[in-house]
Every structure is written in C-alpha cells, then in structure tokens.
C-alpha cells in the first residue's frame, strides 16, 4: 500500500520535469524523412480516395492534387492558374 503510495506522490510531484528525448538526427535527415513521410501519405491517399471515384472524375483529381502541390511549392503562376480555371 505504501508503494502505490509513494508512486503516486511521485507522478503528481510537481517538482519533476518531463524528460526530453533528443534527437539523434541532424536537420538535413529529419527534413528528409518529413518529405518521405508527406509523399508517402499523399501517395496513400490519393490511392484511398481514387477507388471511390469514377475514371472521369480521376483525372480532374489528380489535376486538383498535382496543381495544389505545384501551387504550394510556388512552381504555378497564381495568374496563369486563374486564367486557365476562368477563361
């Protein structure tokens, strides 16, 4: 009894600072493995959503997805996007 005790004044103790994992990675490699991770779970997804839709509707997907990605990474003009999606 006095153990579980002692446990739980231990945990509640406000005096204890959580204990902080460091990383044994360099940035460069956590930037690589954020980018993997993102095109992993965008490939995922885009897979998950496409057995869901019918072939015409595929295409205007995937060009949905490639230009936000393009928009994001600032390789499509913002002016050149709205006059191709408004004529």
Request: charged letters at 25%; one cysteine or more.
């Amino acid at each position: 009894m006095q153990e579980s005790a002692k446990l739980s004044e231990a945990r509640s103790s406000p005096e204890q600072e959580p204990e902080v994992v460091e990383s044994q990675l360099d940035p460069e490699q956590i930037r690589q493995l954020n980018a993997e991770l993102i095109s992993s779970i965008t490939k995922n997804l885009y897979i998950n959503i496409c057995r869901g839709l019918f072939e015409g509707h595929k295409i205007i997907y995937s060009f949905m997805i490639s230009t936000s990605i393009k928009k994001n990474l600032g390789l499509v003009d913002e002016v050149s996007y709205n006059i191709l999606l408004r004529g």
